[in-house]
């Protein structure tokens, strides 16, 4: 893991905003924030139909996730609703948002070349390496917890091992690609952003998101597209090859595995583990029907 710019060292209330290709996208999150002690507080704004997802789609949803619909279907005052409910309850924040709506893949040309027509039309600028932004979320988040949250974090992630021979950008790691260790590395560039710095305005923050995402674009261009080979597969500036002590990750895996291992291990242990699924899933989608 790499990291560029501006990572605190404390834990923060923030909105974390990042360009989207992978679902790995989800867990580069959590690596910044055991950085900074606060990988509980990680909490996500997911497309809708994430919802029904079997146990996840629950557990996002009661570990402070909110869930959204697109466009016209975005419902605001749902959003602030969940969002106010967590600051009642004093509930830490990372609250994870990838405006772009979904996932940039240059297998499918036709989702990137929709996006920069509507950028067109809109007399925005083009982008080539991420998508034209959606503001609703991030506008209602901002607003909604201005005077809770310490900063924004605007985050681009890159990957390496994702151009081919031919210096075209290929599709992003998968979860199992990156766990098997195919992507050697990944670079991740971080910019503290005070919430004076941000208009209110929807309008303006539009605006202001828009060039968030024209910096992130410059930045991946450098990345896989520059002139000089040696300048490429990284991003401008000073870095830090950012390792984690045994103590933050192992008691977590042996905690977790030994769990599993045991459940696994014993026929009851079998039954039980099948039932948690089952049973868990159908619960957690009758209860996030009735209370999203």
């Known amino acids: 893991v790499i990291i560029y710019g501006d990572l605190p060292k404390n834990k923060e209330n923030v909105i974390y905003l990042s360009n989207h290709q992978c679902t790995v996208d989800w867990i580069i999150a959590d690596m910044l924030a055991i950085r900074q002690n606060a990988l509980g507080h990680v909490r996500y704004v997911l497309k809708d ?15 402070g996730g909110v869930y959204v619909k697109r466009s016209a279907k975005f419902n ?24 772009e709506g979904t996932r940039y893949n240059p297998e499918i040309p ?3 070349a929709d996006s920069q027509s509507f950028a067109e039309k809109e007399g925005l600028a083009i982008l080539k390496h991420v998508l ?24 681009t992630v890159a990957y390496e091992g994702t151009v081919d021979h031919k210096g075209q ?12 260790k195919e992507c050697p590395r990944v ?7 005070e919430l004076k710095d941000i208009p209110e305005e929807q309008m303006y923050m539009r605006r202001w998101l828009h060039e968030r995402f024209e910096i992130k ?33 192992l008691p977590s895996l042996l905690f977790l595995g030994g769990l599993t291992a045991s459940m696994l291990l014993t026929e009851s242990g ?23």
């Open 132 to 155: 034209t932004p959606r503001v609703k979320a991030t506008h209602v988040a901002v607003d909604t917890m201005k005077d809770y949250l310490d900063a924004v974090y605007d985050v």
């Open 49 to 63: 139909g994430l919802k029904w997802l079997p146990l996840y789609g629950w557990y996002f949803s009661q570990h």
């Open 187 to 193: 670079h991740i560039f971080i910019d503290r952003i």
């Open 110 to 112: 036709k989702v990137i």
């Open 217 to 249: 674009d410059k930045l991946l261009i450098e990345f896989y597209d520059a002139k000089d080979s040696k300048r490429r597969n990284k991003f401008p500036g000073k870095s830090v090859h950012s390792k984690l002590s045994l103590k933050k990750t």
């Open 169 to 180: 950008r290929k599709l992003a790691p998968s979860m199992t690609e990156f766990l098997c």
């Open 270 to 292: 079998r039954k039980l583990y099948v039932k948690t699924w089952i049973y868990g899933t159908l619960i957690g989608c009758l209860w996030v029907s009735i209370k999203p």
């Open 76 to 99: 605001e005052k749902e959003m602030r609703e969940k969002l106010r409910a967590q600051m009642k309850a004093e509930t830490p924040m990372y609250l994870v948002i990838f405006p």
